[in-house]
């Protein structure tokens, strides 16, 4: 039977090693962290909505439901012009077919361990919590959120979690009943963060800003971070006493040093079907890389979304078994690009989708924030098989 080696345990890798599972292929999951952590709901873990282990699903748990081989282990080189993967502790492995899904790694900026991501290391979450927690005890202080961007690759933008982790801050804060102790900012270096939701999503985000009293810092490029604020491009300050910061995604540190084709921001240049596109294509070649991985082709607006990743891993591990079962059809990813997203804010959410011929952004008071909470318990028992998987989710 062909070996099929999945390095990474996030969205990505754990769908396609779920997928390829089922049918019936052998599976070898490698990942540098023992659970699979549900990012869209660790906004929640800073505002004491929801506690970590909340957001994390241990990967035995999904190892034991499914069936694949897992190994927690560090990959330190890929070869794949010999079919070999390095890791840390547990030494060489070979496969037959390689899936690549280690996730991006992230723009440098001058200062950046003065900020926290609540798209960094999972653990930054319980940070954040506590120099909330700490700006509480002290009575007040000065919040500011933002994001950058990646002049080179606009699908490694996540400004999403920002909005929606400012938004549940903001409502926490008036539950306390201390929200007017507090100055809360958002910060972009785009004139017009989210506008890749649509112009509707845009003008609506304007409206939440005003209605919630955040400042806005638009337009300007960062300098640097310091311990009490942004350094922006024209030396002037933004005043902080806690910053969180989005920096955007570019390649994988480990890819850097690997033999797989890559663009100029170090992602895995693939075409429809994932499959890596080497200079010197050979039939037996035999790698795919799937979510943030992947240099993505397609509209400005793209994003590399969670749903996106899934769409790409249920592919491969369709395109896998096509090929070894010597028939023609593949799946691409390309008619599945879109922006979904349930945007919450701690009291309600808003409904965003983009595609290419329109964006929306409905407003879901109350209810929306349920739904979002509902779809977090979804994600974790339908990847355990506990409960039966919606079609297309």
Known sequence: ??????????????????????????????????????????????????????????????????????????VTQITSKEKKVELKESGTLDYDYLVVAMGSGKMKHKGIEN??????????????????????????????????????????VRGGPAFELLFNVHNMLKKKGIRDKFELTFFAPMEKPGARMGPQAL????????????????????????????????????????????????????????????????????????????????????????????????????AKQGHVAEVMARNVAFNIVAKENGESERKGYQDHLNILCVMDSGDGAAFVYRDDKRGLMIPMPFIGHFMKKGWGWYCRNSKLGKIPRIPGM
């Open 1 to 74: 039977m062909k070996k099929v080696l999945v390095l990474g345990g996030g969205f990505a890798g754990v769908e396609a090693a779920i997928y390829l599972r089922k049918k019936k292929i052998e599976v070898t999951l490698v990942s540098n962290r023992d659970y699979f952590y549900i990012y869209p709901t660790s906004i929640w873990v800073p505002t004491g909505s929801s506690k970590f282990e909340d957001v994390c699903v241990p990967l035995a748990d999904l190892q034991k439901a499914h069936g694949f081989e897992l190994i927690i282990d560090e």
């Open 115 to 156: 900020t926290l991501s609540i798209c960094g290391v999972p653990e930054d979450s319980l940070a954040i919590k506590d120099r909330l927690d700490a700006l509480i005890a002290k009575g007040g202080g000065k919040i500011a959120m933002g994001f950058g961007g990646n002049p080179k690759d606009t699908s490694s």
């Open 203 to 302: 003008k609506m985000m304007d409206v939440f800003f005003t209605k919630l009293n955040i400042n806005k810092r638009f337009g300007k490029k960062f300098k640097g971070f310091e311990a009490d604020g942004i350094i922006f491009a024209d030396d002037s300050k933004l005043e902080s006493d806690f910053t969180m910061f989005i920096p955007a995604g570019n390649g994988h540190p480990v890819l850097q040093n690997s033999d797989l084709p890559l663009d100029e921001s170090g992602y895995v240049k693939i075409n429809d079907f994932s499959e890596a596109q080497p200079e010197e294509p050979s039939e037996d070649y035999n790698v795919y890389a799937i979510g943030d991985t992947a240099a993505l082709e397609g509209p400005d607006w793209r």
